[in-house]
Structure formats: C-alpha cells, structure tokens
C-alpha cells in the first residue's frame, strides 16, 4: 500500500465539492502498482477489459469468472487507492439475489465496492447490494453493456426527455444507496445538471468538466490501445516506445550481442 490514509467508499464520497476525483481503469498487477504510485483515488478494474486485454468485440464477452481473475490480481498490488470492480454482463441483470451473489464474490476476490450500469430499472439491485454490506458506484449514460438496445455507442442526452430520463435515474442510484456515478459519453450540460442536483459524487468519462471526478483507461492513458475512444487523451505514447525496446532485443539476439560473451 502507498502511503497515506487509505481511500474508501465513504472518503471518496467526501471528496463532491472539495476536490476533483481522479480514477484510472486498470486490469493487472502492473498497471495497479502504476496507478496507485501516481496517487489516483481509484482503481476501476473495468468490464472493457473485454477489448481492452482480451481482444473481444464488446463487454458482452467478459465474464464474472474472468473480473474475479482480474479484481484478483488488481487487489494484489495493496493499492492505497479504492478498489471498484465492474459488474459485468450477465451478473446482476437477473433477480436482486444473483446481484448480491456476485457483489460478494467480487469483494472476496478483494473489490471495495462494485459498480454496476442502469438507472431506475436497477435500483432494486442497487439497494439490496447496499443492504449486503457492499457499497456500489453507479453508472448512467452510455452503458455499454446495453449497446444493443441504444443502437451503437452513442452520445447520450440530447433530447429533452433523454436528459430527464438520466436525472431521473441518477436521483433513483443515490436514493437507492448508491455512493458515487459514473456519467458516460453524455452530454456536457446533462452531467452537469445531475452532479449539481445528486448529493454524491459524479465521475465523468466523454461526458465533459463539469463533474465531480474523470476516469480514463490507463491503456487509453499511455498510448497503449489501438482504437482509444474519441474523449481519451493520449499523455504518452508506450506503444511505439514497447516496440522500440523488443525490437532492439530482437535484433541483439539476432545479431548475437544479446547475451553478452562471458
């Protein structure tokens, strides 16, 4: 663990109106010891590792098994920052029961707390799950898991009644316990009159400035994803610089400098 006092649900949800939040999606060991030494306040081992780590189409493909693997390796960094794992596909949809069923075995695995996508429609799970014992981030927008049913991945809240419908599901999350929501690829305004109308936390992704806190994914962050969302920005470029280093490998093995003569 790095130093300082450690991050939990509830000191994250102190942080609306004091400080921006700052969280990275990471999905490994690695990538967690690297965003916990940049002191980031969490850590989201995200459902998009589907694309991001195991080259699927979409997060439909990631299963509960496969977050517990990596919630697993993520808590074995002892990162300060808090520790959310996605609720992915599948895991929570069902009934309340299978929703708490699976919050738990994330937090076995070593998650803090859970997120889960939905509105209104899920508040229900959102609740039971709080009532567990686990604290749950929300997650309203662009919910990729139900890309089918918005037609593609597209920019949520530009009628009149879209945006109703996300402060809608935004005031239903908190009411239902929730302790902080991730805003997706929304528009900026939309964001802006939910975080200034919930009481906790709003962390954006596309979805503009005006919220409480941004996350991006550290692949995204470093240069490491090939097709980064248009919203991302880029403060490194660690793919070419990874590819410089194993093709000078390559051509000291080939070359035979690489090992050294004795």
Partial sequence: MRE??????RRLAKKKGAEPIVMVTAYDYP?????????VDAILVGDSLAMVVLGLESTHGVSLGDMLHH???????????LVVGDMP???????????????????RAGAEAVKLEGGSEYADRVREIVRAGVPVMGHIGLTPQRYL??????RQGKTRSDAERLLEDALALEDAGAFSIVIEFTVPEVAKA????????????GSGPYCDGQVLVFHDIVGLSRNPPPFAKKYADAYNILVEAVRAYADDVRSQRFPPKP
């Avoid at 990538?31 to 002191?39: G, P, Q, S, V, W």
């Avoid at 049913?149 to 597209?154: A, D, E, H, S």
């Avoid at 939910?194 to 992704?205: A, H, M, R």
């Fill in 31 to 39: 990538t967690a010891l690297i965003a916990d030494e940049a002191r």
């Fill in 89 to 107: 596909f599948g895991s929570y949809e069902p009934s309340p029961r299978v929703a708490v069923e699976s919050a738990i075995a994330m937090v």
């Fill in 71 to 81: 919630i697993r390796a993520v808590a074995r960094a002892k990162p300060r920052a």
């Fill in 194 to 205: 939910i975080t200034e109308k919930v009481g906790v936390p709003t962390i954006c992704i």
């Fill in 149 to 154: 049913r918005l037609g593609g991945y597209k």
């Fill in 4 to 9: 300082g006092k450690k991050v939990t649900a």
